[in-house]
């Protein structure tokens, strides 16, 4: 079940002892779990299916390789990115966590054969879209309102993931001639940052 997890890996989180105050990535292991739940086998087949084409594998493959890890750690230098991670932890979200779970769950994929489902392309970025198209959104998305009426915590990370400040920090990096060269290298091998950053909305239902 793990490596039909490969793209949600970026915000999943391992549980945790209970905290008086949770973590972001403890409440953002709950839509995980639902989507498990709802979805857990077709997200399974489906990366099944998508194993078997040489397109898919291009992206995967290079999420293995050094090229791929120097990239990350460039970019953890840029004082764009340092600035995004400053505002994040702000609200207890680690995103150095993910990236470190994205990379180890990117071992758990192997080559196997299950029953059809319709697809949408071969590549990458099309098992990523299938994905989102998986989810159960209205009980994602009744979670999130839940959290947002009852959570003072999450509702106030989410709130600032919509200000102004937060469009500031995050444009500053993507404007980054440094980053843009980073995801244009990206995009060079089958990694689409944009509709990554889709399937996080699509994980609150959003």
Do not use: C
């Amino acid at each position: 079940m793990m490596k039909a997890i490969l793209v949600l890996a970026l915000v999943a989180s391992a549980f945790s002892a209970p905290q008086p105050r949770k973590d972001f990535h403890e409440h953002v292991q709950e839509f995980i779990d639902i989507i498990m739940e709802d979805a857990g086998h077709d997200l399974e087949h489906l990366l099944e299916h998508y194993e078997e084409f040489d397109e898919f594998w291009v992206a995967v493959n290079y999420m293995r390789t050094n090229n791929f890890k120097d990239i990350v750690y460039e970019m953890e230098s840029l004082p764009e990115f340092v600035a995004v991670i400053d505002f994040l932890e702000n609200d207890n979200i680690d995103v150095h966590y993910f990236l470190d779970l994205f990379n180890d769950l990117l071992e758990s994929s192997k080559k196997s054969k299950q029953t059809r489902h319709t697809l949408s392309g071969r590549d990458f970025t099309s098992f990523v879209k299938d994905s989102i198209s998986e989810f159960p959104k209205a009980k994602l998305a009744a979670l999130f309102d839940q959290k947002m009426n009852e959570d003072e915590a999450f509702r106030v990370a989410i709130e600032n993931l919509q200000s102004d400040e937060w469009d500031q920090v995050f444009g500053a990096l993507w404007d980054s001639p440094v980053f843009q060269a980073e995801v244009k290298t990206l995009s060079e091998n089958g990694i689409e940052i944009s509709v990554l950053l889709d399937e996080l909305k699509a994980i609150f239902g959003q």
